[in-house]
């Protein structure tokens, strides 16, 4: 995912601008320059996530995730008894056109 952050900052420069504004705004509203990062900053870096997000979105880390029940489960109607294993697919939605109108697209 790192590769492609770097990828998608080359392509992109006006996302890496934002990045850069919002990373240096940040700075500049410390008393302290020095100090460490606080959590009312981390959550501050709304365009930081964003970025982050699409790019984790698109790198698909984890093409598939196994787990097993350990319980029953109902699930939109079905049943997946305990002890089965089960199988998440985060390209499935991640790459999905039902749920973003350009799934491959960056953006």
């Not at 240096?24 to 302290?32: D, S, T």
């Not at 020095?34 to 930081?48: A, I, N, P, R, V």
């Not at 598939?64 to 998440?88: C, E, H, Q, S």
Request: a positive charge; glycine letters at 4%; proline letters at 7%.
């Amino acid at each position: 995912a790192i590769t492609l952050a770097v990828k998608y900052l080359t392509d992109y420069p006006l996302v890496l601008q934002t990045l850069t504004k919002e990373q240096e705004a940040i700075l500049r509203r410390r008393e302290n320059m020095d100090s460490g990062l606080t959590w009312k900053e981390y959550k501050s870096m709304t365009f930081t996530f964003q970025f982050i997000n699409e790019t984790v979105r698109l790198a698909n880390i984890a093409p598939g995730i196994f787990r097993k029940a350990l319980r029953d489960v109902n699930f939109k109607g079905y049943t997946i008894p305990a002890g089965w294993g089960v199988m998440v697919c985060p390209p499935a939605v991640h790459l999905n056109p039902a749920n973003y109108e350009n799934p491959l697209d960056f953006n």
